[in-house]
């Protein structure tokens, strides 16, 4: 009895190893993270894309993207990602009233299935233009009189 609880229970490991092996992969992204550098508070929207493959086996959807500040906007394929398929998630960063200085946005990817969230980031350094950081370098000299 023991003998073939035993037996059952291999099988079953085995069955389970196989199918998770069968759809490693999932969307796999080129980058996650992206650095806008120096950019302008008043440069308005700031745009740029994560590209991603399915190396599944199997369809995967993108249920939603949960963005951690109503100043980042997310667009995302909405239709079937089929095995071997790529597409891209497109985010805008809205400088426009945010204040100046370094920021780090997320995404956070909702998959099909029981695959893990994916955390897309955005990251950058907000500079304010207005203000005149320039020093005078000439010497200062007293007027004559």
Do not use: W
């Given at each position: 009895m ?6 059952i ?8 190893a196989a199918?998770?092996a069968?759809?490693?992969g999932?969307l796999?992204?080129?980058d996650?993270i992206?650095d806008?550098?120096?950019i302008?508070?008043?440069?308005g929207?700031n745009?740029?894309?994560f590209?991603f493959?399915?190396?599944?086996d199997?369809?995967i959807?993108?249920l ?11 667009e995302?394929p ?7 398929h790529?597409?891209v998630?497109?985010v805008?960063?809205?400088t426009?009233g945010?204040p100046?200085?370094p920021?780090?946005?997320?995404i956070?990817?909702q998959?099909?299935?029981d695959r ?7 990251r950058g350094?907000a500079?304010d233009?207005?203000?005149n950081?320039s ?8 007027p004559?009189f």
């Amino acid at each position: 009895m023991i003998r073939h609880i035993t037996i059952i229970l291999l099988t079953l490991t085995t069955l389970v190893a196989a199918a998770q092996a069968s759809d490693k992969g999932g969307l796999v992204f080129t980058d996650t993270i992206h650095d806008f550098g120096d950019i302008a508070v008043t440069s308005g929207y700031n745009t740029c894309q994560f590209e991603f493959v399915n190396e599944s086996d199997s369809v995967i959807y993108i249920l939603g993207a949960l963005s951690s500040c109503g100043c980042t906007i997310p667009e995302y394929p909405r239709e079937a990602i089929e095995p071997g398929h790529g597409g891209v998630v497109r985010v805008t960063y809205d400088t426009l009233g945010r204040p100046a200085g370094p920021f780090d946005k997320s995404i956070l990817l909702q998959l099909s299935g029981d695959r893990p969230r994916i955390r897309l980031r955005l990251r950058g350094n907000a500079i304010d233009t207005s203000i005149n950081t320039s020093i005078n370098t000439q010497p200062f000299s007293s007027p004559s009189f």
